[in-house]
């Protein structure tokens, strides 16, 4: 079954023949606040434990304490990043955050990330694409560095979701954690050679009709804030639940196919499975419905839920620093979420 997200007659061609060679991970990072909220302790506030479990797969998240925003996150990731790589913060030329929980509407939270770090030569800029926001993002600065146009990138994916989920939505809070995670990009040695790293594909995509099933009503110029809207609770989060996973359950699995069709390989060519880490029963019927053994796929959401744009990136620096990920593995990616929006991506490590 095709995957219906935009008007594709506008596309050149096939919209999976863009590719983005020469380009590598070379180090990675994450961040994730001290406070553990598990199960147990939501069950103590009226919340059902086991329905959280059996529904979503998860048994704790991580909260901020009230000093912690998303940039401090950003920047904590960015820093394990840059120490990990050996890299200087003022050899960085461009910093992306990826999120939909900034610290303000102005300045961005990657300036502030900027700023923390030292990166005293890099642009800075947000990116919000919620979900798949941090492919949206990778992709991004991928084109940059290809183009020529930048040499060495920070990519982080930062969310402060408990600061945006209503405590009194017994369905939608537990689902969310806040976390950051980074990645440094840069050129690949021998670009040419057709085992050298890079995006082998990838496609953003967007179903902006599908919009109200993930939304924060108010806050923006829509729903500018007021006491109206705050006694109403419009501030937070509404999920349609239901829709979004009838929808994410249909599209993994289909454009994973294409993905890997669009290039020749198939799914036994493919060494790592990276999903947005939402529900694991997402997770598990992708990997079933494409026959994929689930010891290929990582996950890690148990642990702490769902982080929005930077469930990709602390996955991927989790099974990295466990020694899983090896150089010229196949990493096939794929993020979806709010907007609604989804982006996939299949890398060589």
Not at 142 to 148: D, E, K, S, T, V
Not at 224 to 242: I, K
Not at 301 to 307: A, Q
Request: proline share 4%.
């Amino acid at each position: 079954m095709s995957v219906v997200t935009h008007n594709e007659g506008n596309l050149k061609g096939s919209p999976w023949k863009r590719s983005i060679p020469g380009v590598q991970i070379v180090s990675t990072g994450m961040f994730a606040p001290n406070n553990e909220v598990r199960n147990e302790d939501l069950a103590e506030l009226g919340y059902d434990s086991d329905w959280i479990v059996q529904r979503t797969g998860i048994k704790s998240r991580r909260h901020v304490d009230n000093d912690l925003a998303t940039s401090d996150m950003a920047t904590q990731a960015a820093r394990m990043c840059l120490e990990n790589a050996n890299v200087d913060p003022d050899e960085i030329d461009l910093i992306i955050v990826a999120t939909m929980t900034p610290d303000h509407y102005t300045p961005s939270a990657a300036c502030l990330t900027q700023a923390n770090l030292g990166c005293r030569n890099a642009a800075a800029l947000d990116l919000n694409a919620a979900c798949s926001g941090f492919v949206y993002s990778l992709a991004t600065a991928g084109n940059f560095i290809r183009a020529g146009n930048c040499e060495k990138a920070l990519v982080i994916g930062s969310e402060t979701m408990s600061m945006v989920v209503d405590p009194r939505d017994k369905k939608t809070f537990p689902l969310f954690g806040d976390a950051a995670g980074a990645v440094l990009l840069e050129a690949a040695p021998k670009p040419n050679d057709e085992k050298a790293s890079g995006l082998l594909t990838y496609r953003l995509a967007s179903v902006g009709e599908m919009s109200e099933c993930l939304v924060v009503p108010a806050g923006g110029s829509r729903m500018p804030l007021s006491q109206e809207v705050l006694d109403s609770r419009s501030q937070y989060l509404r999920m349609d639940g239901r829709s979004v996973f009838k929808w994410a359950v249909r599209l993994v699995p289909d454009i994973t196919r294409e993905m890997l069709a669009s290039v020749g390989l198939g799914l036994g060519d493919v060494d790592w499975f990276i999903f947005h880490q939402a529900n694991k029963r997402i997770i598990d019927s992708a990997a079933d419905e494409l026959g994929v053994d689930l010891g290929k796929v990582v996950i890690n959401l148990e642990r702490y839920g769902n982080t929005s744009a930077a469930s990709i990136p602390i996955t991927m620096h989790e099974a990295n620093i466990s020694g899983r990920l090896k150089r010229g593995d196949l990493i096939s990616i794929a993020g979806f979420g709010a907007g609604l929006t989804w982006a996939s991506c299949l890398l060589r490590w």
